[in-house]
């Protein structure tokens, strides 16, 4: 597999298949918990029949260092999983627009533009990224890829229990073109979403060694 590309980031082949499981309820639905990441599910705002989903881990590390290794868009090919392909569009300082191909697996891969934008309290030690739908402003729709008409989601890190290390949580709904075999969204459920949320935790891991 090629690889070169959520903010919405690795987003999606979590967050595009993801978003095909079963019916959402009206609060936080609990659908799995594997090697440290809480999977959860509930119904997307303005009465969206697409749910919209959680994963939520901690890590020892402090919240800035993740919020650092998130904010890395640039070195996302090397450590997202299935992400093929980001060029950054512009970066204005606290925003950026990101083009973004997914490979999936059997289907034809995605792509998709977004805008990023961070908040950052220093002093609360609490790091926001949201990413919301932004195709306007990249590239026209190619016949190699299904292009994803509308994803948004954000990556929150904060101070874990007792002010020790941190709490991440990545939210995510979005509509993901095409159509997904029901077997390979079950497959993303159990897979794809927690393989995203680890390996942003342990790419921080490793920075955080390297200095």
């Given at each position: 597999m090629s690889r070169c590309a959520l903010g919405a980031g690795g987003a999606v082949l979590a967050g595009i298949i993801l978003l095909l499981a079963s019916p959402a309820g009206a609060e936080w639905e609990q659908l799995f918990q594997k090697l440290g990441v809480l999977v959860e599910r509930r119904a997307a705002?303005?009465?969206s029949s697409i749910p919209e989903l959680r994963a939520t881990a901690t890590s020892p590390l402090e919240p800035s260092e993740i919020f650092n290794t998130l904010w890395r868009h640039p070195e996302y090919p090397a450590f997202i999983p299935h992400l093929k392909r980001l060029d950054l569009l512009s970066d204005t300082g606290d925003e950026r627009i990101t083009y973004e191909q997914i490979a999936m697996?059997?289907?034809r891969d995605r792509d998709y533009t977004v805008r990023i934008r961070?908040?950052?309290?220093p002093k609360a030690q609490r790091y926001e990224i949201t990413?919301?739908?932004?195709?306007?402003?990249?590239?026209p729709p190619d016949s190699r890829h299904v292009r994803v008409k509308g994803i948004h989601g954000s990556w929150t890190v904060e101070p874990g229990s007792e002010g020790k290390g941190s709490i991440v949580r990545y939210d995510v709904r979005g509509e993901?073109?095409?159509a997904i075999p029901?077997?390979?969204?079950?497959?993303?459920q159990r897979e794809a979403i927690v393989d995203l949320v680890r390996a942003v935790l342990a790419r921080a891991q490793d920075i955080g060694h390297r200095h």
């Open positions: 705002p303005g009465g697996p059997l289907v961070r908040r950052v309290d990413f919301t739908s932004a195709n306007e402003a990249g590239p993901p073109g095409g029901a077997w390979l969204a079950s497959l993303a």
